[in-house]
């Protein structure tokens, strides 16, 4: 069955980086869209980053400019590089996954659409 591992969140200070994994086993198709999301305590989940098959990202408002979301479809994982982290940054991070998925990373981080497939969380703490 497929899937998701998530790693590499942490605690630093503001300004710093970090570079979240997302491993994907149990699917090699060619077909995917795959997000990140996080949630702080006490807010609603929001859509951070997508990528699509055809490599077309997307971005929320908040992190344009700041972060980087790539896969590597050779080790089958998705990775997002975060840069100039803030304190409102602080949040659990998790990577989902549509596979195999005819939407569009335009289309990811609209209210409503399914993932399937999830991770289990990875927490970020920026400092101030």
């Known amino acids: 069955q497929v899937q998701l591992v998530d790693s590499g969140g942490g605690s630093v200070q503001a300004g710093g980086s970090l570079r979240l994994s997302c491993v994907v086993s149990?699917?090699?198709?060619?077909?995917?869209?795959m997000a990140w999301f996080r949630q702080a305590p006490g807010k609603e989940r929001e859509g951070v980053a997508s990528?699509?098959?055809?490599?077309?990202?997307n971005y929320a408002d908040f992190v344009k400019g700041r972060f980087i979301i790539s896969k590597d479809n050779a080790e089958n994982t998705l990775y997002l590089q975060m840069y100039d982290l803030k304190p409102e940054d602080t949040a659990m991070y998790y990577c989902?996954?549509?596979?195999?998925?005819?939407?569009?990373?335009?289309?990811?981080?609209?209210?409503?659409?399914?993932?399937?497939?999830w991770g289990q969380g990875t927490q970020v703490t920026v400092s101030s």
């Open positions: 989902a996954a549509d596979l195999p998925s005819w939407l569009t990373a335009m289309q990811a981080l609209r209210p409503g659409v399914h993932f399937p497939y």
């Open positions: 990528i699509d098959n055809d490599g077309r990202t």
């Open positions: 149990g699917y090699s198709g060619s077909s995917y869209l």
